[in-house]
């Protein structure tokens, strides 16, 4: 399994882009980049998921480079409630049976 | 509400003691997985479920846990003889294993906190 690394905690103000990367140097050809986001006393939430380039949704973009080994959420104009755990995520769905193995996650906190 | 839901929320109980909790999935997912989550971490995979077989289990799951999911439909985890060390919060997720699903999209429900005494 490509095992993660990301930032234990990251700061920002309201209105500011965040970007989140993360490290995956040893993921392999069939593993797809997944994020996801746990508030507090709540369980995750998918955010946004994607194998090579960009990849952007309601919510995020995602950035992989092309030798796929770094990945960068980025949420455009972060609000207080973008307050969260974010956690980046590597595998392959046919080998892992679906299962998610997360890491310890980036801390987002956003001040007014 | 048609998401993931988990009962109780919340749970105390004296070490040695039995506990259960349940997990209703989306209705139409297949899958279901059970995860537990200590502060300051991210969740660990405890178990997961393709309708009504059991086909993996973590290394993390002793002898003292079990969990069922008899029709294919909700599914119980059991925690027999609690320890402090369980103290946790044991989140369930679903998905569909269908090949139009996103990969590795799961559904987590709110979760059930249990802390042994």
């Known amino acids: 399994l490509a095992k993660t690394t990301q930032p234990i905690s990251m700061d920002s103000y309201e209105g500011q882009e965040v970007n989140i990367t993360c490290s995956h140097n040893n993921i392999a050809t069939n593993d797809y980049i997944t994020w996801y986001q746990q508030f507090p006393s709540q369980g995750p939430r998918f955010i946004i998921q994607g194998y090579k380039t960009k990849v952007t949704n309601e919510v995020a973009s995602l950035f992989i480079p092309a030798d796929r080994k770094s990945s960068t959420l980025s949420l455009p104009r972060v609000s207080l409630s973008d307050t969260a755990v974010y956690y980046c995520?590597?595998?392959?769905?046919?080998?892992?049976?679906?299962?998610?193995?997360f890491g310890q996650g980036t801390e987002l906190s956003v001040k007014p | 509400d048609t998401g993931v839901s988990q009962d109780p929320r919340h749970k105390i109980t004296k070490r040695g003691q039995n506990v259960t909790f349940r997990c209703d999935p989306i209705?139409?997912?297949?899958?279901l997985y059970w995860y537990r989550q200590t502060l300051g971490q991210g969740p660990e995979f405890l178990t997961y479920?393709?309708?009504?077989?059991?086909?993996?289990k973590s290394r993390l799951l002793s002898d003292r846990f079990s969990a069922e999911r008899p029709k294919g439909s909700f599914s119980t985890l059991e925690i027999q003889r609690t320890e402090q060390g369980d103290s946790a919060m044991y989140l369930c997720a679903s998905s569909s294993s269908s090949r139009d699903s996103l990969y590795n999209e799961q559904f987590f429900g709110p979760g059930t906190r249990l802390t042994v005494l």
């Open positions: 995520l590597v595998g392959d769905r046919g080998n892992q049976g679906g299962k998610l193995i």
């Open positions: 479920f393709q309708n009504e077989a059991q086909l993996e």
């Open positions: 209705s139409e997912h297949n899958r």
